[in-house]
Nanobody
Framework: QVQLVESGGGLVQTGGSLRLSCAASGTIFSSNAMGWYRQTPGKQRELVAAITSTGRTNYPDSVKDRFIIFRDNAKNTVYLQMNSLKPEDTAVYYC??????????????????WGQGTQVTVSS
C-alpha cells in the first residue's frame, strides 16, 4: 500500500519562499521518479517538477528557475523548494510517482493513491 504525506504548505506573500516535503512509504519511492503536482478548483492537476531516481530533474517553463525539486532516498522523501512565489502558484500541491523518458515525465500508469496534499496560498 502506497502512502504519500505532503507537508510544508502555508500562506506566503508574493516573492516569498516555501519548502514542501513528501514522505513516501513502500517501494514506490526508491524505484521511481517522483513528481510534484498542483491543482486549483476546476482544473486538472499540473506537473510542476519531477526528479528521476538518479536525480535528473524536469520543470515546465512556468516554474523553471523558481522551483527546485530534490530527494533524499535514505528518508524516502522528496522536496520542492519554491522561490519567488507568485499568486498564480496558489494551489494544493501533491506528490506522486512518475515515469520519465526522453519525452518528459508523466504520472506512473495506474497510480491512484494520492495523498491529502498541502495548500499553498500566495497573497498579492
Amino acid at each position: 500500500q502506497v502512502q504519500l504525506v505532503e507537508s510544508g504548505g502555508g500562506l506566503v506573500q508574493t516573492g516569498g519562499s516555501l519548502r514542501l516535503s513528501c514522505a513516501a512509504s513502500g517501494t514506490i519511492f526508491s524505484s521511481n521518479a517522483m513528481g510534484w503536482y498542483r491543482q486549483t478548483p476546476g482544473k486538472q492537476r499540473e506537473l510542476v517538477a519531477a526528479i528521476t531516481s538518479t536525480g535528473r530533474t524536469n520543470y515546465p517553463d512556468s516554474v523553471k528557475d523558481r522551483f527546485i525539486i530534490f530527494r533524499d532516498n535514505a528518508k524516502n522523501t522528496v522536496y520542492l523548494q519554491m522561490n519567488s512565489l507568485k499568486p498564480e502558484d496558489t494551489a494544493v500541491y501533491y506528490c506522486a510517482p512518475n515515469f520519465c523518458s526522453g519525452d518528459g515525465c508523466r504520472l506512473l500508469r495506474n497510480f491512484a493513491s494520492w495523498g491529502q496534499g498541502t495548500q499553498v496560498t500566495v497573497s498579492s
